[in-house]
């Protein structure tokens, strides 16, 4: 979230991805840190899946993640 957040300073749009498990502790960081970057959250866990199930997850969030980044 640390990079979204700069990134974001800079005027660079960003939305970070991080599986549901971290939905609290996204929320808890974002006001720490004073700020509510875009985020998409995707189910967990994601490192056991395969490159084939990685693809469906891709095509089934990049409209979320797209709209972040044109609104």
Sequence with gaps: MH???DLEIRGIPSVFIA???FIDAAASQAK??????????VPHPIQ??????MQVMAEQFVDQLLGHLSA
């Design 32 to 41: 720490a840190l004073g700020l509510e970057p875009a985020r998409v959250f």
């Design 48 to 53: 056991d899946r395969t490159d084939a199930e």
């Design 19 to 21: 599986s549901e498990v």
């Design 3 to 5: 990079d979204t957040v």
